[in-house]
């Protein structure tokens, strides 16, 4: 059974740092990266497509975060920078918008292949419905399976991962859970599709984290991993580990039971609460570090894997709560 590495790389959402103390009133990508750089540990980023490159070329992005003692994670794309996508992005009723989304992710691998990167992450939350009678689901979907296999095939070598998301901003997102991104995947049958775990997207999906990682394992590729918290209720952004320890723990065990060596993401947002974002990120550091190491100690735990295997709660229950609040 395989264990936790060392050390993931971790990375951070770098427009959370938009709020810092020291921060202009209106900071650019360079000054996000230089504020991600303070925090110490955050060794990785993801910049999002195409916002972040509006001021720079690939070159002088890669030139940032190399300044910091970063390197790129991936990219992001982020549709919700064109109001044309409104009605969707993939799944627009009109066939010369659905172009331009599928061109335009295009030259974002491109973009992401110019850094040096070889992950590109799809969060398709405009690609959806609000009422019923809106939406015609046989054309959208399959219009989403023809754009995934188009950029999937655009470059072999780029990993291309699917976020999944219930809603927001559409009130019913196409891919809204594990499975229904799973099926999507399978039909699409490119060997380069994947997704990418968001803990409070799971919650909110009505999922259990480490349940949905071994899904995807099971039946397609984790290819990103974005930790934060939350109440289950909306994309709330909180700290790791701050509301669902024990969920989060499990999920620790479960990617190292299932291999997973990428880097681990901080999809946290302290501007909406007005906290210090360096703090912040070194808080989930501190707390994912706590809780890796004693997810480590669990993967072979032999008398939590005989509780388990009874479905004995009480017991392993007691066995948790003594490794996270001691005796």
Known sequence: MPHLPNRPRYAARLNAFKLGRDMPKKPGVADMIRAAGQVGGIDAADLNYPDHFVDHTPAQ??????AQGMTLNGLAMRYYTNPGYRLGAFTHPDEDVRRAAVDETKAGID????????????WMGQDGIDYAFQGNYRA???STIAALREVADHNPGVEIAIEYKPNEPRAYALMPDAATTLLAIREADRPNLGVTLDFAHVLYADEMPAHAAHLIARHSKL???HLNDGYGKRDDGLMVGTVHPIQTLELFVELARIGYDGVIYFDTFPDHGGLDPIEEARTNLALVERLRSIAEGLVDHLELAAAIARQDAAISQRIIGQVLYGA
């Open 61 to 66: 992005l890669t030139e940032l975060l190399a």
């Open 111 to 122: 973009a992401l292949v110019a850094m040096g990167g070889t992950l590109m992450t799809l």
């Open 140 to 142: 959208m979907w399959d």
């Open 223 to 225: 290819l990103g991993v």
